[in-house]
């Protein structure tokens, strides 16, 4: 059974830019959340999407964006791209949505770095 | 708010020798707690996880950790370590209704002398 995929594992940008990094979650997985890891802030949690719907979101700014589609894979967006954007964007998928007892399996991340 | 504090960022141990990471946490609702594994370039494995019951759970790769609420923590432990244990530790806490939100601490980074 094939893991979480992130797409692309690398990805070079410049400031004002646009991105939308990709995430095929786990067959049979429909709940897919997001998390920013840096060096300064650690991991953080940017949004989950279950049944195409946006369940729960964190405290980024409305420059992060986010989607799912029918077959439950995920994008996610960051517009007018920053030097602090630079990160490892995390996605982790999950059977179903509500209770947190489910393991969540992550992906490798896609490493975005603002030039 | 809640709130995860790993007070070591860097750890080294020599193979074969115990290991304890601490973690401490700051929530108002009965907390989900959970140890998570990063090995470099990679995404994060789940260790071990509690929910409630036994506070002593046992996880992968030989490693266990302690719920004490009265202290706040959750300390992972290892009796003895392999050179390839040497990752990041991130202890993260949630809730019942937090979904796959969940709050990270700061991560300790283990280093282990052959």
């Known amino acids: 059974k094939a893991g979480v995929t992130q797409t692309p594992r690398y990805l070079i940008k410049t400031r004002g830019q646009q991105v939308t990094l990709s995430c095929s979650p786990i067959?049979?997985?429909?709940?897919v959340s997001w998390y920013q890891q840096t060096p300064g802030q650690g991991l953080q949690f940017l949004f989950e999407y279950f049944s195409e719907t946006q369940r729960n979101k964190g405290n980024f700014p409305g420059r992060f964006s986010g989607r799912q589609f029918s077959n439950s894979r995920s994008e996610m967006n960051v517009s007018t791209l920053e030097l602090g954007d630079s990160a490892l964007y995390l996605c982790?998928?999950?059977?179903?949505?509500?209770?947190?007892?489910?393991?969540?399996?992550f992906g490798s991340g896609t490493q975005l770095s603002v030039l | 708010a809640q709130s995860v504090t790993q007070p070591d960022i860097h750890i080294t141990v020599s193979e074969g020798a115990s290991l304890e990471l601490r973690c401490n946490y700051s929530y108002g609702a009965t907390p989900y707690l959970f140890w998570y594994v990063q090995s470099p370039g990679q995404g994060l494995q789940l260790l071990l996880k509690y929910f409630s019951g036994d506070t002593l759970v046992q996880g992968i790769k030989g490693f266990e950790a302690e719920f004490k609420r009265s202290q706040s923590s959750f300390n992972l432990r290892k009796p003895s370590v392999h050179w390839s244990d040497a990752a990041e530790y991130f202890c993260a806490v949630g809730s019942y209704n937090a979904g796959n939100m969940l709050t990270f601490g700061g991560g300790t980074r283990l280093m282990v002398k052959p």
């Open positions: 067959s049979g997985h429909r709940s």
């Open positions: 982790a998928s999950r059977r179903s949505q509500g209770a947190t007892n489910e393991k969540l399996f």
